[in-house]
């Protein structure tokens, strides 16, 4: 998602100044996503450039507040209209990585999977003590934030177990570390390992 | 903390072989771990790991090879078979996939059981199990059989039992079972609640989002006990990312 779109998001509610919007934007992230003001209005002056925004009076205060305009509301209609496509998400590191530690000499994939397992689990439980702690009715859309990120943690672990598995049945009493090997010219052996769990 | 002497579970240096010669399997390969009041640990690791092992260890359902496990400070390796069994009934609570709930029994009588087993008297027995069932929140339900109540509501009769009385060691296999995510979440978080109260707490589960709830997860493999996450820190913390 673009800060973007939260914040027109929250512009359709009423108008409000830079530091409400970051308030309410990180209220409704649940502080998981921290904005700096600096972001706020550099979007805010963007958003007012594509005519999806513009600006008010300044209050007595010196605050100046925006609102959102029919041109702003369209393209907000449109962002919750359209799904969020995979291809749109950064490239994941985990996977790479993982990918790589299996062709490079030296590393343990073991250990990087386990590694990777309790960090990721420690994530899950932060998660949880925090969805723990707010059962309130008011609390709903953090709720679901959490909920979110909780089980986008459950699948990166099982999918570590699977991982694990799969190096187990591939190297059953072998050695947990690829010794050294010259290149080979056909497929990676990430790609072959990958081939062979196809197989089965 | 004080030592090791607030511990409610300890297990020392704990191996369990079955069997012997190159036949042997060893289930546990010198494990320790410490429980204390108000903490809930979560076993996790794949199939054939030690987990069950390591918990029926902790129960007294079993016996280790070699090292030694304690409940609130006391060797269940001194004790005899009666001793064992009345530790069992009076300060460990067990929640099984399996419920085990006797169907000629309504819920309150399955829940007053292990106290009326341990010689408490019938009166009080029901007071204790009426509070149990309070607790998981079917104290309207007491007379209604097991085949009367739904699959939820029968585990929960089943965690009523697991904590009836004073029990400060509750241990916890797999317990959400077959239910839903919503039924299972409910589960979790009454285990969690004892443990908040006191209780030490103890979950074996494969499934990462229920070990969530525990204060520290350990992980096994080939019956060693390979790594553990850090505790964690409180919520204020957690929600300033300062424990990092």
């Known amino acids: ?200 | 903390m004080s030592g090791m002497d607030d511990a409610v579970l300890e297990l020392r240096a704990v191996h369990r072989t079955h069997g012997s010669g190159p036949a042997a399997v060893h289930a546990l390969r010198g494990v320790s771990l410490v429980v204390r009041p108000g903490e809930l640990v979560a076993v996790m690791g794949p199939s054939g790991s030690g987990k069950s092992t390591l918990l029926a260890l902790a129960g007294g359902l079993d016996r280790p090879t070699r090292g030694d496990v304690r409940v609130e400070g006391q060797p269940l390796g001194a004790l005899d078979r009666r001793g064992l069994a009345q530790l069992r009934r009076r300060r460990i609570g067990y929640i099984f996939q399996q419920l085990n709930l006797l169907g000629s029994l309504s819920a309150l009588e399955n829940v007053a059981l292990p106290l009326e087993l341990d010689g408490v008297g019938g009166r009080r027995a029901r007071a204790a199990a009426l509070a149990a069932l309070t607790e998981v929140g079917l104290p309207a339900l007491g007379d209604r059989f097991p085949d009367q109540l739904s699959g939820g509501q029968q585990q929960r009769v089943a965690i009523a039992r697991a904590l009836v009385g004073e029990r400060r060691l509750v241990l916890a296999d797999e317990p959400t079972g077959a239910l839903d995510s919503q039924t299972g979440e409910a589960v979790l978080h009454l285990l969690r609640r004892r443990v908040d109260t006191g209780a030490a707490g103890i979950l074996v589960t494969h499934e990462a989002r229920h070990a969530g709830w525990a204060d520290r997860v350990v992980f096994l493999r080939d019956g060693v006990l390979v790594d553990t996450t850090a505790p964690l820190g409180s919520v204020e913390q957690l929600l300033s990312g300062s424990d990092r």
């Not at chain 1, 009715?137 to 694990?164: G, K, T």
């Not at chain 1, 947990?176 to 990676?188: E, K, L, M, S």
């Open chain 1, 1 to 200: 998602m673009s800060i973007r779109h939260g914040l027109l998001a929250l512009l359709e509610r009423g108008q409000m100044y830079g530091y409400q919007l970051r308030a309410a934007f990180e209220e409704s992230t649940g502080s998981t996503w921290p904005l700096n003001i600096g972001q706020v209005y550099t979007t805010l002056s963007r958003l007012e450039r594509d005519g999806l925004v513009r600006p008010l009076p300044e209050s007595e205060a010196g605050q100046r507040p925006y609102e959102i305009t029919d041109a702003g509301r369209a393209d907000l209609a449109l962002w919750f209209a359209t799904p969020i496509s995979r291809t749109d998400r950064p490239r994941d590191e985990l996977a790479i990585k993982l990918a790589l530690a299996l062709t490079t000499p030296g590393v343990d994939v073991r250990s990087v999977v386990q590694a990777q397992r309790s960090a990721t689990m420690r994530t899950l439980q932060e998660l949880t003590r925090l969805k723990y702690g707010s059962d309130r009715p008011e609390d709903m859309p953090w709720r679901l934030v959490l909920d979110s990120m909780v089980f986008q943690a459950e699948a990166e672990v099982r999918w570590l177990d699977h991982c694990e598995s799969s190096l187990v049945r591939h190297q059953p009493n072998g050695p947990t570390t690829h010794p050294p090997r010259p290149p080979d010219p056909g497929a990676t052996d990430g790609a072959r390992w990958v081939d062979e769990e196809a197989r089965r």
